[in-house]
């Protein structure tokens, strides 16, 4: 087949080429994928496009990009058909990887590939560093690009989670752990840095002057960081990202409490970690539930777990913690009022803090709680996020993400997750269950401690 590409209305050729192939559908496939890295390599389109979106002058990065999303789609699509096939994503990290060869500074397939081996090694820490090496060289390739700083700092993070899980890691791995769960609270806290309104306004304006930095595909860039998302969206992608961030921040949080005492650390007192667990959840309420008229309500503890079952006092209250179970009208099942501007990624990372909260060390847990009934609230509470999550217009999760993320596994062990993960029809897949602190009785409600008293 002969391939010309012109220019209207001038009728200017700008490419042109003879094609040939096997059969029809590869034939076809040629002939798209050449005229789409023409076309996007003109210099008219090159201004418009941003720098590490460019797949440069070779077709066969693009060809092997397709191919690995392509052999992804087919892995899923057979999963979901037959959950007792097996998933073998190897022909498409395989594609990444060739396509990388080709256009080595396209962070698209940068992030296909990372996230495949994400998805295929969650569960193995060793295979898992090769996506947070991955990560970290693009960010220093691009070091501007903001989506794959988060996605650092919350590879650093994930890869930190067995210092929750284990308490008898050796002195070694404990150290390592523990600099990743550093590094993943300072690469969080510089990007929150980042998204400050003057630091985004003055990157917008540097790709509009005039002259060698005006890009317009990055000023869209910055721009899209600006101005709100289009409806039915009520946020911009800004605010998306800083409370998707404030609460991986207070994750970390509960994450510094299972090392309290541990390998030479000071032993912080109950009264204090237990009002490090209130202020990480006072963050996370602030983020997913709309104000309050009265401050004095309760704290974020009351609004994210117990608030639909009680309805007096600032404690839990074991007497009615068994009445959530019941069968309720429909109008009691809303809980408390989501919070509008709050986008799905906020509510998928509020659900991975509750799903870690079930964790915490029998000394951290608030007033008037027993394990059983902690456990319980988190993980009830855990699910209405992933809930509100799915329920948001814009959310791109899907259950494959769902079911492999490490950080939502105790809520797999639990009877209400393995019932929600077989409504929504997800393949959990076998994995070392986390282990717990034993189950504990329920302590007396005692008077909290005021700071100065």
């Known amino acids: 087949?002969?391939?010309?590409?012109?220019?209207?209305?001038?009728?200017?050729?700008?490419a042109a080429r003879v094609v040939a192939e096997t059969n029809e559908e590869r034939l076809i496939e040629k002939v798209a994928v050449y005229c789409i890295v023409q076309v996007r390599n003109q210099p008219e389109m090159l201004r418009r496009i941003p720098r590490w979106e460019r797949w440069g002058e070779d077709e066969r990065a693009f060809t092997h990009y397709r191919k690995g999303v392509h052999e992804q789609r087919q892995h899923?699509?057979?999963?979901?058909?037959?959950?007792?096939?097996?998933?073998?994503?190897?022909?498409?990290?395989?594609?990444y990887s060739q396509a990388v060869k080709f256009a080595p500074g396209n962070l698209l397939i940068r992030h296909g590939e990372a996230a495949l081996i994400e998805l295929m090694h969650a569960h193995q820490p060793d295979d898992?560093?090769?996506?947070?090496?991955?990560?970290?060289?693009?960010?220093?390739?691009?070091?501007?690009?903001?989506?794959?700083?988060?996605?650092?700092?919350?590879?650093?993070?994930?890869?930190?989670?067995?210092?929750?899980?284990?308490?008898?890691?050796p002195p070694e791995q404990m150290t390592q752990l523990e600099g990743m769960a550093r590094l993943a609270r300072e690469h969080l806290a510089d990007i929150c840095a980042r998204l400050r309104l003057r630091s985004l306004l003055r990157r917008w304006l540097r790709n509009s002057i005039p002259g060698g930095r005006s890009n317009s595909g990055e000023r869209r860039y910055w721009g899209s960081w600006l101005m709100p998302l289009p409806l039915p969206a009520r946020r911009s992608q800004r605010r998306t990202f800083l409370g998707a961030i404030r609460i991986a921040l207070a994750a970390h949080d509960l994450t510094q409490l299972h090392l309290n005492g541990r390998h030479g650390r000071t032993s912080v007192a109950a009264d204090r970690q237990q009002r490090v667990v209130a202020l990480a959840f006072d963050r996370v309420a602030r983020e997913v539930l709309v104000r309050t008229r009265l401050p004095a309500r309760g704290t974020g503890v009351r609004r994210l777990l117990f608030d639909d079952h009680t309805t007096t006092g600032s404690a839990h209250d074991a007497h009615t913690h068994s009445t959530i179970t019941h069968p309720r009208a429909t109008s009691q099942h809303w809980g408390p009022v989501r919070k509008g501007s709050a986008g799905w990624m906020t509510h998928y990372n509020a659900a991975c803090f509750l799903a870690l909260a079930m964790t915490l060390p029998d000394e951290c847990l608030p007033t008037g709680y027993s394990r059983a009934h902690w456990q319980q609230d988190c993980n009830r509470s855990a699910l209405n996020q992933l809930d509100r999550s799915l329920r948001t217009p814009d959310s791109t999760l899907t259950g494959d993400w769902i079911a492999h993320d490490p950080d939502l596994d105790l809520l797999w062990s639990t009877e209400t997750g393995a019932a929600w993960a077989e409504f929504m029809n997800i393949d959990i897949p076998t994995a070392p269950s986390p282990r717990l602190p034993p189950p504990s009785a329920p302590r007396p409600a005692v008077r909290p401690r005021v700071p100065g008293h």
């Open 1 to 14: 087949m002969s391939v010309r590409i012109l220019r209207v209305p001038k009728n200017r050729i700008v």
């Open 76 to 95: 899923t699509q057979a999963r979901a058909d037959d959950a007792s096939a097996g998933v073998d994503y190897g022909t498409a990290l395989r594609s």
């Open 128 to 169: 898992y560093q090769r996506a947070i090496a991955t990560y970290q060289r693009c960010t220093e390739l691009w070091p501007e690009h903001i989506e794959t700083a988060y996605r650092m700092a919350i590879a650093y993070s994930r890869a930190a989670r067995p210092l929750l899980r284990d308490r008898d890691l």
